[in-house]
């Protein structure tokens, strides 16, 4: 066992011993990441987030970049608590003593905090997306609720935004705007048409005219009619767009345009992480597993993660499954079945920690980051509202900025950097 894997069972395995307890009134509330609108909605319910509760302590596991290729076996937590499936969670109730709550997260890491004013200079709100690089980020506006209309450079050290381009939506968009991606010098994005035509859409990082790529008509209709053109996610590379569709199908198109190409052997897989692809997608079904069958499409190699039958919301990255059993108890394993844990409580797929390493906890007096290589944990500064609810921060597409809104700043983690 290596000093990562050490660091995970000890980290997860007393992380209720580490933090303050909660009431039992507090309610968590899991937002939304980079998904929008209502296909955001459906895949949180599908298997992106779960709050674990143990011991008056719940954390939150989130899946981040996956490793290059399947693991046999990967260390995993002897201890794990229970689970919640909702995107409320009502965290038990615990009267003994109430540990202090670790420093504040700017004094923990403070090379990777900054906070900038949640307004623009012309006072309009932004919400961030990614990192463009160590000291920009890529922030879009919105013209009315989820309709980016405009994505822009915000230098984190001068305060000084520069606008990348417009975004469009054409007559007839059923969903707006989404998964912003960047590569190759291009931001990259997605819309859909009523009657299920997909459009992806880039724009220079340097400033442009945005521009569509391409547009691709859903082969295979969804239960809701106006999501037949929605894509589950995106990736750039070597000069190329690659997507798909919820409903299945991976496909390249070259990021000047041109002809869309579907995927060979892909043809009912999703996008995983490329150049990963693999089976049921995250809106696959409840009964199903996703990514359980995954196929490196570059190299032909080809993994089969084990299930057993009767299992539920089985969903796994390139190392990790993790879902219900038969009688609702869930659990986490590696993909080829060894180091599998129960995790006592009622449901819930728990993924990996964002990027390997990054998970939060809400205690009753706040969110808590806790990082399991090295151990160390910090408070974000949120607090419960008059209602006794929180919300949990959720890390971006990039897998490295985890932004929140605290009253008139956003604080901007660079994960990174920690």
Not at 322 to 335: A, D, N, V, W, Y
């Amino acid at each position: 066992m290596n000093d990562l894997e050490t660091t995970l069972r000890q980290t997860l395995g007393h992380a209720a011993e580490q933090a303050p307890h909660a009431p039992a009134t507090l309610a968590v509330h899991l937002e939304g990441r980079h998904r929008r609108g209502r296909q955001r909605a459906q895949a949180m319910g599908a298997a992106a987030a779960v709050v674990v509760v143990a011991a008056g302590t719940a954390f939150v596991l989130r899946g981040g970049p996956e490793a290059a290729g399947p693991a046999t076996s990967v260390g995993l937590p002897t201890t794990v608590a229970s689970a919640a499936t909702t995107s409320e969670a009502t965290l038990a109730e615990d009267e003994e003593k109430v540990l202090p709550r670790p420093p504040a997260i700017d004094q923990v890491w403070p090379a990777a905090v900054r906070k900038i004013p949640a307004k623009l200079p012309d006072g309009r709100a932004y919400r961030p997306e990614l990192f463009l690089d160590d000291h920009t980020l890529l922030i879009e506006t919105s013209s009315s609720f989820e309709k980016t209309d405009g994505i822009y450079a915000y230098d984190l050290g001068t305060g000084e935004v520069r606008k990348i381009a417009d975004v469009p939506t054409p007559k007839g968009t059923v969903l707006f705007a989404s998964d912003f991606t960047v590569g190759d010098g291009q931001v990259v994005w997605w819309t859909a048409l009523k009657g299920g035509t997909a459009q992806l859409w880039s724009a220079p990082v340097t400033g442009g005219e945005s521009k569509i790529v391409a547009s691709h008509q859903a082969q295979v209709p969804t239960e809701e009619r106006d999501n037949d053109a929605a894509l589950d996610r995106l990736a750039i590379g070597n000069g190329k767009i690659m997507f798909s569709f919820r409903s299945g199908g991976v496909f390249t198109v070259p990021l000047g345009g041109g002809t869309v190409e579907p995927v060979p052997g892909a043809e009912k897989f999703h996008v995983l992480s490329w150049p990963w692809v693999g089976s049921g997608g995250e809106y696959g079904p409840v009964e199903g597993a996703r990514f359980d069958e995954i196929l490196n499409v570059e190299t032909g190699e080809t993994n089969t993660a084990v299930t057993h039958p009767g299992e539920r919301n089985v969903t796994c990255d390139t190392q990790i499954c993790s879902g219900e059993r038969e009688e609702g108890k869930p659990f986490i394993r590696s993909r080829d079945g060894s180091q599998q844990r129960d995790l006592p409580g009622t449901s819930g797929p728990v993924p990996p920690p964002t990027g390997g390493r990054f998970f939060t906890t809400a205690t009753r007096d706040g969110i808590v980051l806790h990082d399991l290589t090295t151990g160390t944990s910090a408070d974000l500064g949120i607090r419960p509202d008059k209602k006794g609810s929180m919300s949990l921060p959720m890390p971006e597409a990039d897998g490295r900025l985890l932004g929140y809104q605290l009253g008139d700043q956003y604080v901007i983690v660079d994960l990174s950097k920690l």
